[in-house]
């Protein structure tokens, strides 16, 4: 009965609402359409987003949703607005019509814009959506601006608004905590609303990130099934709502967090949304992720399609203990097993209070004499001399009360006027205020001093550990002050700008504590992210699962680090370690010369053996087979190459109990016509290979359909295969 009513009440909206096909707007790619009716003069309706339909399909099955394409607020106040604002005279409502349509189609991109006005007022906003037809991608966001006579203030102001049919919903995204982040979690979406949102203010993809997956249809599932996946290309605090009505149907909007946010538009200002980047598939959650990576490499990641070195880190290795002589030794061992760059981390700088550890000298970026008498070029000259490039970390954002910075420029921290500002790591950080254009110039020099003094240095490990605690701004006038959350993040914005434009080929990282700025947004800017400062191998493998989700292998930091574990305490075998960091852009986070000779010449194996698939790990397509979530004990995934000539697969035993049910591992994304020599590599560290199909040919369809079994036994062990076709 219910679903009669709700078919009628869609039909009577169809009728009553159904335009001409010359209404219709079709936004497409080479397997989806995204469908609005934009009537001139009539407010626009959201038709479809999945499959590529017809427009007479739409008509004559009347199947299209036809509800409200960007609900504002004041004149049907009763479904969730997307914009809300309040007019210079004080009126609180709108009425959006269509004004005008435009398309433009070029051969990778075709842009769609519906200006929308306000039937009264001179108030207007873009609808903005740019298909790229090969991704299946559409980028999706809103530009406002308005010829009243004063200023008008923008309450909501989402990017994007997606209604999906009643269905079996269900929300897959990424939660966690510093040293947990990016858990996958997967929940039904039955009634009333879920948010996942940010308050963070600079590092806000720690605790959730700003993705999600609706599988429309069916519980989550790896390779069937209609999904919608989406990430929101913004550093600053977000929000996204999946708002399930009293008719069934499922309400996704996403945009910037406008708590503590209101923006004061000037007129003729334009306010322009970041983008929710979004996808459809009909495969599954697999097939979502890998038109996000495919599409996040070729079309929005700095040098998306270079191969990455394999680095190794110092922190965990030594942490502040920076000292020339053991920089030297780290330097050459890394070296002796293969390492192509080395990377000094926290604890190089600072004279009048050296960096020794976390409560002093951020803002102090001159080289620690005591620790580095031969300063930067001193470790330079070893890094050439070891044939490794030389990277660095800073973390520009920051300054501690005890530094020269602070003693010099109190007010360039954010902090309200008549308060003490709060303080956040090591019980003395404190934010430097980025909309401010001098501070912005300084933390552009502190990057551009350290690359015109050192031309050599190849890596920048840009950090960021602290949240914006103070919400004031000495720079902003005190009517501004609500645009702190947004404004600080368009400074930022403009340093990097500024670098690259200058620098477009040094490697940065976006490192954050560790997954506090895994986000789209950094993308254009930051080659890679640092998933997490826990390195333990198997909590790893959740990880790097969630994260995997939505961003590719090769923006993904993965470090092999030393056993025990520093954060977890587990012991876990190097060869499981490798194959765990071997998923992502391989590096390592220890002492190398605390390796025993046995260790050093098993690591030397595993980096040898992950230059021989490096591009299948950073380039190639992801399968995830067997989740770890599943609670199976083992995990698996493998990486095949957009011609399914090649292919690397890896297993993993989790835990392993007495008698357990053997898994049989089913490989995805090979061809199924072609024949596959299966090859065990990384194998150097367990003498033999144990692989009894080692060098044999297998169909892709009998791997895929069938499967292998293989002898992981033990925790913590694994294997890794690597496939390739058998020319005839
Ligand atoms: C937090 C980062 O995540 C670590 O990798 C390390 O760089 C420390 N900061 C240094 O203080």
């Known amino acids: 009965m219910r679903y009669l009513c709700l078919l009628l009440i869609m039909l009577f909206t169809c009728c009553s609402l159904l335009a001409n096909s010359s209404d219709y707007v079709r936004i497409e790619t080479n397997n989806t359409v995204m469908i609005l009716n934009a009537q001139k003069g009539k407010i626009p309706l959201f038709v479809h987003y999945g499959n590529l339909v017809t427009a007479m399909d739409i008509d004559n099955s009347m199947t299209g949703l036809m509800t409200e394409a960007f609900p504002v607020f004041g004149m049907s106040a009763l479904n969730e607005p997307v914009l809300q604002v309040v007019h210079a005279d004080g009126n609180p409502s709108l009425k959006m019509v269509v004004e005008e349509v435009t398309q433009t189609v070029g051969n990778e991109v075709r842009l769609t814009q519906i200006l929308l006005k306000d039937e009264v007022y001179p108030f207007y906003t873009r609808l903005c959506f740019k298909a790229y037809p090969r991704y299946d991608v559409i980028e999706m966001w809103t530009e406002i601006f308005h010829k009243e006579k004063k200023t008008v203030a923008l309450q909501k102001y989402a990017s994007a608004y997606i209604p999906v049919d009643p269905g079996n919903h269900w929300l897959s995204h990424l939660q966690g905590y510093m040293m947990n982040e990016t858990n996958l979690v997967e929940e039904p979406l039955l009634s009333g609303s879920k948010m996942i949102h940010s308050r963070d203010g600079i590092r806000t993809s720690q605790c959730s990130n700003p993705s999600f997956m609706v599988?429309?249809?069916?519980?989550?599932?790896?390779?069937g099934g209609?999904?919608?996946?989406?990430?929101?290309?913004?550093?600053?605090?977000?929000?996204?709502?999946?708002?399930?009505?009293?008719?069934?149907?499922?309400?996704?909007?996403?945009?910037?967090?406008?708590?503590?946010?209101?923006?004061?538009?000037?007129?003729?200002?334009?306010?322009?949304?970041?983008?929710?980047v979004l996808t459809f598939s009909t495969r599954g959650k697999g097939g979502a992720s890998r038109n996000l990576h495919r599409w996040a490499r070729e079309n929005k990641l700095i040098k998306g399609t270079a191969l990455k070195d394999i680095l190794l880190n110092s922190w965990?290795?030594?942490?502040?203990?920076?000292?020339?002589?053991?920089?030297?030794?780290?330097?050459?061992?890394?070296?002796?097993?293969?390492?192509?760059?080395?990377?000094?981390?926290?604890?190089?700088?600072?004279?009048?209070?050296?960096r020794n550890n976390d409560k002093t000298s951020l803002g102090d970026w001159t080289v620690c004499r005591e620790k580095l008498p031969d300063g930067i070029e001193g470790l330079i000259d070893c890094a050439q001399q070891n044939n490794l490039r030389f990277g660095i970390w800073i973390e520009p954002e920051m300054t501690n009360l005890q530094s020269e910075l602070y003693e010099e420029k109190p007010h360039w921290v954010l902090h309200h006027p008549n308060r003490t500002p709060g303080v956040g790591r090591g019980g003395s950080q404190l934010v430097l205020d980025m909309t401010n254009p001098e501070v912005r110039d300084y933390v552009y020099d502190i990057v551009d001093r350290l690359l015109t003094d050192y031309p050599q240095i190849a890596y920048i490990k840009w950090d960021t550990n602290m949240s914006l605690q103070d919400y004031g701004s000495s720079y902003l006038p005190a009517n501004k002050q609500s645009h702190l959350y947004i404004e600080y993040h368009r400074g930022l914005t403009k340093v990097f700008e500024r670098i690259r434009s200058k620098y477009p080929d040094v490697i940065m990282q976006a490192c954050a504590g560790g997954g506090g700025r895994v986000n789209y947004a950094y993308m254009p800017y930051f080659?890679?992210?640092?998933?997490?400062?826990?390195?333990?191998?198997?909590?790893?493998?959740?990880?790097?699962?969630?994260?995997?989700?939505?961003?590719?292998?090769?923006?993904?930091?993965?470090?092999?680090?030393?056993?025990?574990?520093?954060?977890?305490?587990r012991i876990v075998p190097l060869k499981f370690r490798f194959d765990v960091a071997m998923t992502g852009r391989l590096g390592m986070e220890m002492d190398p010369g605390k390796l025993s000779k046995g260790e050093k010449e098993a690591a030397k194996a595993a980096i040898?053996?992950?230059?021989?698939?490096?591009?299948?790990?950073?380039?190639?397509?992801?399968?995830?087979?067997?989740?770890?979530?599943?609670?199976?004990?083992?995990?698996?995934?493998?990486?095949?190459?957009?011609?399914?000539?090649?292919?690397?697969?890896?297993?993993?035993?989790?835990?392993?109990?007495?008698?357990q049910a053997p898994v049989r591992y089913k490989m995805d994304g090979l061809d199924p016509l072609k024949k596959y020599r299966l090859t065990e590599i990384n194998k150097k560290l367990q003498g033999k290979s144990r692989f009894v199909q080692d060098g044999k040919a297998i169909s892709g369809r009998f791997l895929m359909t069938e499967g292998l079994y293989l002898p992981l036994k033990r925790e913590y062990d694994s294997m890794v295969i690597e496939i390739t076709e058998i020319k005839e």
């Open 215 to 223: 599988s429309l249809d069916q519980k989550p599932s790896e390779t």
């Open 226 to 276: 209609s999904v919608i996946a989406g990430s929101l290309a913004w550093s600053g605090n977000y929000k996204m709502l999946f708002n399930k009505s009293y008719t069934h149907q499922l309400n996704i909007s996403a945009g910037m967090n406008e708590e503590g946010a209101e923006y004061r538009l000037a007129p003729m200002e334009q306010f322009r949304t970041p983008q929710l």
């Open 316 to 354: 965990e290795g030594v942490y502040f203990n920076i000292k020339q002589g053991v920089m030297n030794e780290m330097m050459q061992e890394f070296s002796s097993i293969g390492g192509e760059m080395f990377v000094m981390d926290d604890g190089w700088f600072g004279n009048k209070y050296p």
């Open 527 to 569: 080659n890679e992210f640092w998933t997490s400062d826990n390195t333990d191998a198997v909590q790893r493998l959740y990880t790097q699962w969630g994260f995997q989700c939505f961003y590719p292998a090769n923006t993904m930091a993965a470090h092999v680090s030393a056993s025990p574990n520093h954060q977890s305490g």
């Open 608 to 659: 040898e053996a992950y230059k021989s698939v490096r591009e299948l790990v950073q380039l190639g397509d992801l399968y995830r087979l067997i989740s770890p979530y599943e609670n199976r004990r083992t995990a698996s995934l493998m990486y095949v190459d957009s011609l399914k000539n090649r292919a690397v697969f890896f297993a993993y035993q989790i835990d392993a109990f007495v008698q």
